[in-house]
């Protein structure tokens, strides 16, 4: 196994022959639908080409703890560098991140997106055109967008969910920029049309009353000045809203690095293929001894906190969004809760404490996650080799 002769000229690869070279270099048949669950999964870099333009406002990054946050909140004063938007009931099916105790009832959300415990990102400024290649952070519209995309790759159902903060693309120099639409009244016209035609019709089966009739269309027609007229009144810059989806024109890559930094991590942590070809898991990399583990006992050994309430605090906001987290990688299945919680691999949450660490986000060191494995059942293995220094 080894490079294709021209993989090295090249600064990107499509999805599908991404697959076609992984497959020739890792021992397992890798597919355009499993690049993109590796990517949704936290082991690959995904990115985007953009041929033509796309239009984005600059995100800055801006500090916030948690229990600072709670804190204003129980004072009643929402802290003013966070924007904040009160949602009603209905709004929590389409939205990750929204507390069991907000169900049936309107609920604050913070509208800036969400880094880690203490960081936020406010976009803002003037809007301005990109094009080439971006990388996807995946933690914004897009994680909602490439989901979609492998859903429809493998049959599953449509996704109802969106992304308050929008589409965010990452640049080389790891600044984030958000991804805009602007209002535009032909656009809108041109809907409106189509919906005014469809009503018709929806009158005319129903044998609606023609007195009822005029008054829904006029109603329509109503609307439709209304929002003209609110869309001609908006200013340049609030003419644009953050968009949902990736631009039509644009196409998912994978840069020739990620590639090359992914087969180091399918060699060094023996990972299992994402989404095997059956459920004989013909197509999986064998992975050492080290069994599955509860998320209760995930919990109880890797001690992220040293106060146990904090701890388990932090682990279940970091389990309840995991995609977001890059954690999801690290669960068995698809995350069905039996006994003492939802099942994880041990190894991989180590190595993602660890990764954590390094970059100081919050985690445990080397020393730390070695002692804890140990405490799992054949994890003895993994805590000796598994953190080897490469050679």
Same mark, same amino acid.
């Given at each position: 196994?080894?490079?294709?002769?021209?993989?090295?000229?090249?600064?990107?690869?499509?999805?599908?022959?991404?697959?076609?070279?992984?497959?020739?270099?890792?021992?397992?048949?890798?597919?355009?639908?499993?690049?993109?669950?590796?990517?949704?999964?936290?082991?690959?870099?995904?990115?985007?080409?953009?041929?033509?333009?796309?239009?984005?406002?600059?995100?800055?990054?801006?500090?916030?703890?948690?229990?600072?946050?709670?804190?204003?909140?129980?004072?009643?004063?929402?802290?003013?560098?966070?924007?904040?938007?009160?949602?009603?009931?209905?709004?929590?099916?389409?939205?990750?991140?929204?507390?069991?105790?907000?169900?049936?009832?309107?609920?604050?959300?913070?509208?800036?997106?969400?880094?880690?415990?203490?960081?936020?990102?406010?976009?803002?400024?003037?809007?301005?055109?990109?094009?080439?290649?971006?990388?996807?952070?995946?933690?914004?519209?897009?994680?909602?967008?490439?989901?979609?995309?492998?859903?429809?790759?493998?049959?599953?159902?449509?996704?109802?969910?969106?992304?308050?903060?929008?589409?965010?693309?990452?640049?080389?120099?790891?600044?984030?920029?958000?991804?805009?639409?602007?209002?535009?009244?032909?656009?809108?016209?041109?809907?409106?049309?189509?919906?005014?035609?469809?009503? +018709?019709?929806?009158?005319?089966?129903?044998?609606? =009353?023609?007195?009822? %009739?005029?008054? @829904?269309? *006029?109603? #329509?027609? /109503?609307?439709?000045?209304?929002?003209?007229?609110?869309?001609?009144?908006?200013?340049?810059?609030?003419?644009?809203?953050?968009?949902?989806?990736?631009?039509?024109?644009?196409?998912?890559?994978?840069?020739?690095?990620?590639?090359?930094?992914?087969?180091?991590?399918?060699?060094?942590?023996?990972?299992?293929?994402?989404?095997?070809?059956?459920?004989?898991?013909?197509?999986?990399?064998?992975?050492?001894?080290?069994?599955?583990?509860?998320?209760?006992?995930?919990?109880?050994?890797?001690?992220?906190?040293?106060?146990?309430?904090?701890?388990?605090?932090?682990?279940?906001?970091?389990?309840?969004?995991?995609?977001?987290?890059?954690?999801?990688?690290?669960?068995?299945?698809?995350?069905? +809760?039996?006994?003492?919680?939802?099942?994880?691999? =041990?190894?991989?949450? %180590?190595?993602? @404490?660890? *990764?954590? #660490?390094? /970059?100081?986000?919050?985690?445990?060191?080397?020393?730390?996650?070695?002692?804890?494995?140990?405490?799992?059942?054949?994890?003895?293995?993994?805590?000796?080799?598994?953190?080897?220094?490469?050679?």
């Amino acid at each position: 196994m080894g490079h294709s002769p021209t993989f090295p000229l090249n600064e990107w690869l499509p999805l599908e022959q991404a697959a076609h070279h992984l497959s020739s270099v890792i021992p397992a048949t890798v597919r355009a639908a499993d690049i993109l669950r590796f990517a949704l999964d936290a082991h690959l870099k995904l990115s985007v080409r953009f041929p033509n333009f796309a239009t984005v406002k600059r995100g800055e990054i801006i500090q916030f703890p948690h229990s600072q946050i709670e804190a204003s909140i129980a004072a009643g004063v929402l802290p003013g560098e966070l924007k904040w938007q009160m949602l009603p009931p209905t709004a929590a099916r389409f939205l990750a991140d929204v507390p069991e105790e907000a169900e049936g009832q309107p609920f604050l959300k913070i509208r800036n997106l969400k880094l880690d415990d203490e960081r936020y990102v406010k976009f803002g400024g003037k809007v301005k055109t990109i094009s080439g290649l971006w990388d996807l952070p995946m933690i914004g519209g897009e994680m909602i967008d490439v989901e979609e995309r492998y859903q429809q790759l493998t049959g599953g159902p449509n996704l109802i969910s969106a992304a308050m903060e929008g589409v965010v693309v990452e640049g080389r120099d790891g600044e984030l920029y958000q991804l805009q639409e602007q209002f535009n009244v032909k656009e809108y016209s041109s809907v409106w049309d189509q919906e005014h035609r469809e009503l +018709k019709q929806q009158i005319a089966a129903a044998d609606i =009353p023609e007195e009822e %009739a005029e008054k @829904l269309l *006029d109603s #329509h027609k /109503k609307e439709r000045k209304q929002i003209l007229q609110t869309i001609k009144a908006l200013s340049e810059e609030d003419s644009f809203y953050p968009a949902g989806r990736l631009p039509k024109d644009s196409t998912l890559v994978v840069r020739r690095e990620a590639l090359i930094e992914f087969e180091k991590f399918v060699k060094q942590r023996q990972l299992n293929s994402c989404n095997p070809a059956d459920n004989k898991g013909e197509h999986r990399v064998p992975t050492n001894s080290c069994q599955p583990a509860t998320a209760a006992k995930i919990i109880q050994y890797f001690k992220v906190k040293r106060d146990p309430d904090e701890n388990a605090e932090w682990w279940k906001d970091k389990m309840r969004e995991a995609n977001r987290n890059g954690l999801a990688g690290c669960r068995v299945g698809e995350g069905r +809760k039996g006994p003492g919680g939802s099942s994880w691999r =041990p190894d991989d949450v %180590a190595a993602w @404490l660890v *990764d954590r #660490h390094e /970059k100081d986000h919050g985690g445990l060191s080397l020393d730390a996650v070695a002692a804890a494995l140990r405490k799992f059942p054949g994890c003895n293995e993994a805590a000796d080799r598994f953190f080897q220094p490469d050679e």
